[in-house]
C-alpha cells in the first residue's frame, strides 16, 4: 500500500482514488492487491475505459502489475486483452515481451537487484503503462 500510495501520480490520470476495483460500466480505477494461489504470486490491476466481451460476459480491460517467485524470480506487468500490435515495442532497459504460454511483459529479478531497484521496477511500470494505457 505505501509503495502505492506513493508512485499513485502518475496512474491519477484515471484513477477513481478509490483505491479500489472499478465497477462496470466503463469505470476505471485501482483494484485491491491479490496473492493469486497458482505461484502466490502478488499483483494488482488498474482498469481501463474500454470493456470485453469473452464468453457473452462483459470485463473491463485491464493492466496488470505484479511479482512471481517461482522458478526465475520477475516482475510483470500484462495488459488485457493484449494488443498483438504492441508485441515488439520497445520496453524500458532490462524489460522483455514473453509471449509463451501467458502475454505480457517481464523484467527478471536479477537485473532488478543488479541495477537500482526503485528506478528500474517504477520505469517498468510506467513504461508498460505509457504504452498500454491507449489501448485499455
Known amino acids: 500500500e505505501a509503495v502505492l500510495a506513493r508512485h499513485r501520480s502518475w496512474l491519477n490520470g484515471r484513477d ?6 472499478a465497477s ?13 494461489p497458482h505461484h502466490f504470486d502478488m499483483s494488482f490491476e488498474w482498469y481501463g475505459d474500454r470493456e470485453v466481451v469473452l464468453d457473452g460476459e462483459s470485463y473491463p480491460s485491464q493492466l496488470h502489475l505484479g511479482f512471481d517467485h517461482t522458478w ?3 516482475f510483470y506487468s500484462n495488459p488485457w486483452p493484449l494488443e498483438p500490435s504492441l508485441v515488439g515495442s520497445p520496453l524500458p532497459h532490462g524489460a522483455v515481451w514473453h509471449t509463451d504460454g501467458w502475454q505480457g511483459t ?11 531497484p526503485v528506478v528500474m521496477v517504477t520505469d517498468f511500470a510506467r513504461g508498460v ?4 494505457e491507449p489501448t485499455l
Open 16 to 21: 477513481t482514488g478509490s483505491g479500489r476495483a
Open 24 to 36: 462496470a460500466g466503463g469505470a476505471s480505477g485501482l483494484g485491491a492487491i491479490h496473492v493469486w
Open 72 to 74: 526465475e524470480p520477475y
Open 106 to 116: 517481464m523484467l527478471p529479478y536479477e537485473a532488478v537487484r543488479r541495477g537500482n
Open 129 to 132: 503503462f505509457e504504452l498500454a
